[in-house]
């Protein structure tokens, strides 16, 4: 059974820094491109950042570019985003989501039950 | 960045009752969209990928449609358990953009 648990959300300071992590099983993690998506409180989806298979390549979206930065450790079956800078407007539930591909088609096929990151004074 | 428009932005429909959510592409994105369920405290699932495949385990009353700019996810025979979000997304380019979402509320 696959399955992704998050960790590392909190209440942080703005211009304060967290990690974020996604523990894997269930499959072949190295295998897989990972991605973290978020949702502010009663707002929609946001895609935030993916990492390919072995790490690379890695994407980020505009609004967290130069401050969040994701990884993995494939020997841990872990996925990281490392978030620098916080603003107000990072606050969100940030979910891990493990990508499949079938017939060529891409999609996030499991996520994990989120971690809640608070951007605060 | 491609912005993808869901309409509506909510629904008030009765079981059994056919739903039709549309979703478009401010560019095209040939068929490279998946539709995503969310109900209250609960992750995202996937129902659809690649516009009109139905992913292993969702129910086939639900079903994708729509290739280029404009998609549409339909719901044939709304159960209880079908009240819900819905949200499209695109995956041909980064960054992967989401609809606003379409709320399915109990009429």
């Known amino acids: 059974e696959v399955q992704l648990l998050e960790s590392g959300g909190g209440l942080v300071q703005p211009g304060g820094s967290l990690r974020l992590s996604c523990a894997a099983s269930g499959f072949t993690f190295s295998n897989y491109a990972m991605s973290w998506v978020r949702q502010a409180p009663g707002k929609g989806l946001e895609w935030v950042s993916a990492i390919g298979g072995a790490g690379a390549p890695t994407f980020y979206a505009v609004s967290v570019q130069g401050r969040f930065t994701i990884s993995r450790d494939d020997s841990k079956n872990t996925l990281y985003l490392q978030m620098n800078s916080l603003r107000a407007e990072d606050t969100a539930l940030y979910y891990c989501?493990?990508?499949?591909?079938?017939?060529?088609?891409?999609?996030?096929?499991?996520w994990g039950q989120g971690t809640l990151v608070t951007v605060s004074s | 960045d491609i912005q993808m428009t869901q309409s509506p932005s909510s629904l008030s429909a009765s079981v059994g009752d056919t739903v039709t959510i549309t979703c478009r592409a401010s560019?095209?994105?040939?068929?490279?969209l998946n539709w995503y369920q969310q109900k209250p405290g609960k992750a995202p699932k996937v129902l659809i990928y690649g516009a009109s495949n139905l992913q292993s385990g969702a129910p086939s009353r639900f079903s994708g449609s729509g290739s280029g700019t404009d998609f549409t996810l339909t719901i044939s025979s709304l159960q209880p358990e079908d009240f819900a979000t819905y949200y499209c997304?695109?995956?041909?380019?980064?960054?992967?953009?989401f609809g606003q979402g379409t709320k399915v509320e109990s009429k």
């Open positions: 560019q095209s994105v040939i068929s490279y």
């Open positions: 997304q695109q995956i041909r380019n980064t960054p992967w953009t």
């Open positions: 989501a493990k990508h499949q591909r079938t017939s060529g088609m891409p999609y996030f096929d499991y």
